[in-house]
């Protein structure tokens, strides 16, 4: 497989689940980032990764909890959600800087119930 | 503010009407990236176009072209003779260089661009 490919597609939950989201990619870079898109707001970067460290954070609520355990996959762990957390959830990667622009997944749609 | 503003949030044209998007940004850098995105119902943010600041040069591929104007600090984006596949929200974005020293991106609330057949 080639570019960023994120599982699941769509994703429904409970406010009490837990439940989490993953990225890969195949393009060698060595960042890669968490970006929300809700309905009203502009998409948001949650998270950044560069060389497997986390180097931004954007005061996300602790309810959201990434992991990046190598360069090549990014997991987003989910607990306790609430329903306005229910969002098109993006990944995307790049070279370090992100210079050249960033490659994005399709997303995971999900949805708090 | 470092930011990205595109004013309009849906436009709507009849196939092979030309439309234009527009996207002003605003930042302290001297050297920045500007960048345009697509994205279809399918839900992926596709790359369309990299501008860096030192670069003015318009640019035109196909029926696509970007008008990049330091002066009023706006990347402004048209389609030439529009298609119903050209349906999509579009996404202006600026590489900002952060407080750590590292760059990200940060976009503009996007445009929904609908071409009725």
């Known amino acids: 497989e080639t570019g960023v490919t994120q599982t699941p597609r769509h994703l429904v939950m409970g406010m009490t689940n837990k439940k989490s989201l993953k990225c890969e990619q195949h393009l060698g870079h060595n960042a890669m980032y968490w970006y929300k898109q809700s309905a009203k707001k502009p998409l948001e970067l949650m998270f950044v990764y560069s060389l497997e460290e986390r180097v931004e954070n954007n005061s996300v609520p602790s309810r959201f909890s990434p992991e990046c355990p190598n360069s090549s996959h990014l997991f987003l762990h989910l607990h306790t959600l609430q329903p306005e957390d229910s969002a098109l959830y993006l990944c995307?990667?790049?070279?370090?800087?992100?210079?050249?622009?960033?490659?994005f997944g399709s997303g995971t749609r999900l949805t708090v119930v | 503010a470092q930011k990205v503003t595109q004013a309009q949030t849906e436009i709507s044209v009849v196939e092979k009407e030309d439309v234009t998007l527009d996207c002003v940004y605003e930042?302290?850098?001297?050297?920045?990236?500007l960048f345009w995105y697509k994205q279809p119902p399918s839900g992926e943010l596709v790359f369309l176009i990299r501008r860096n600041s030192f670069d003015e040069q318009n640019e035109i591929s196909g029926r696509y072209s970007w008008n990049f104007q330091k002066s009023t600090s706006s990347f402004n984006f048209t389609i030439t003779a529009s298609q119903v596949v050209d349906s999509a929200v579009y996404f202006c974005?600026?590489?900002?260089?952060?407080?750590?020293?590292?760059?990200?991106?940060?976009f503009g609330s996007g445009t929904r661009l609908q071409v009725q057949p």
């Open positions: 930042t302290r850098d001297t050297t920045y990236y």
């Open positions: 974005a600026l590489s900002l260089l952060m407080d750590t020293g590292r760059r990200a991106l940060t």
């Open positions: 995307a990667s790049s070279q370090i800087q992100g210079v050249y622009g960033y490659t």
